[in-house]
């Protein structure tokens, strides 16, 4: 985000940047504002393209073109090359390792795995040990209980063969009776497509619901560039909504009718909204009278309601609380004839953030029997999502209870994690607003800080100069000096009105 600020002979503009809570390590984060910005430094240049044949690019797809993903962009390729150079010449750089903070991806940053999941994952992958007099020793007895159910419902037992296309029938029961027991209401597993990650999910929704550019959907901003990614790789339009960044990233719903009035006035109809809730980069919780208001938007204007969920154990404040929103419209009377609704859920994210073993599910509600074998279908072209996903997953929503033999050591392990982040979420903001020039919002869930960075003039002259966005030149030179990755605010598609912002 940019905004300038012209105030007699000095210019200041704003820049924000994504910060992430899952690392331990301390660092400074920030060069000093007082730095020399000098923009000859080749990490204030754009790094080279990679080699591309000439006749392939002008068939390149149009939408392939203008498809970006900021938290995997520019200065993530930077940070891959100055890790290289760190490799070939230890001691070359004023900094020994790179920190990934631009992607929630906490084990690669030293969190360990749930050990009553990764005992089940093992057990099920390799069942030859269950016969083993060792196991017994090696595993508890709920883990092997559990894996002996997952293999019985398996056909064959066989972990590396294909599944159904919406994932295995009784991994769905279990996922089913977890949303049931969050909720209150009853779950259908012929609703869940069970998915590598939630992100397969969000690309088969923007399949079904665009077809060309006159179809949009709804998105915040700041929103996670899968979105903004999806819609332009399947051709539609990106109709935007502002969260309030002065009411802690609001989200208002007079800012939803505006901006599809506005939308519907150039011709584009709107087919969906987006919700992230817990947001995401913002970290805000809605309230759950927000979410009965846009709910009701939602029915009132025929809008399917895309609700991403996948930070749902990512609460941190006392005052806030999760509630899904087919929870919510469940309790204000609303069934599968009035709204159509899509959650989804992952386990890359809460307290278990298994980013690498892609297990994730999308409940789908209210849609006819029509779309929804469209839907199906759309799944079935990808045969099916890993096993070891799907078997996550149901133990995401299945965790072990009281009684059994591994709750004392999961929930230790649970409270744990989501302690710590909290803990740094809470010395991460209270670090940044004891800094000049940066403002921060309260974390309250998810695992992002989403802070305004003011830059000086000298700043902004050497960002000019460098032909380069600001956010995206304090983003190289944070990097340059201290080997921290973080992702331009202007990626995630947030507020751009600062006149010296170059394309």
Known sequence: MRRSVIGGAKRTTTTTCLFLLNHAHHRSLLPPLHHRLDSSSSCDSPPPPPPLLPPLLPTCRTPVLKCEYAVRGEIVILAQRLQEELKAKPGSLPFDEILYCNIGNPQSLGQLPITFFREVLALCDHPAILDKAEAQGLFSADSIKRAWQILDQIPGRATGAYSHSQGIKGLRDTIAAGIEARDGFPANPNDLFLTDGASP?????????IGSEK????????QYPLYSASIALHGGSLVPYYLDEETGWGLEVSELKKQLKEARSKGITVKALVVINPGNPTGQVLAEENQRAIVEFCKQEGLVLLADEVYQENV??????FHSFKKVARSMGYGDNDLCLVSFQS?????????GKRGGYM????????VREQIYKLASVNLCSNISGQILASLVMSPPKVGDESYESYSAEKDGILKSLARRAKTLEDAFKSLEGITCNKAEGAMYLFPRIKLPEKAIKAAEAA?????????????????????????FGQVRTSPCFLK
């Open 215 to 222: 179809d949009g959907l709804l998105c915040p901003i700041p």
């Open 363 to 370: 409940e789908v509600t209210g849609f006819s029997p029509e």
């Open 347 to 355: 386990v890359s994210k809460g307290y278990h953030g298994e980013c």
């Open 467 to 491: 032909k380069t966005a600001p956010d995206l030149f304090y983003c190289r030179r944070l990097l340059n000096a201290t080997g921290v990755v973080v992702v331009p605010g202007s990626g």
């Open 201 to 209: 999910a969000v690309h088969m929704m923007m399949q079904l619901l």
């Open 316 to 321: 941190y404040v006392p005052e806030k609380k």
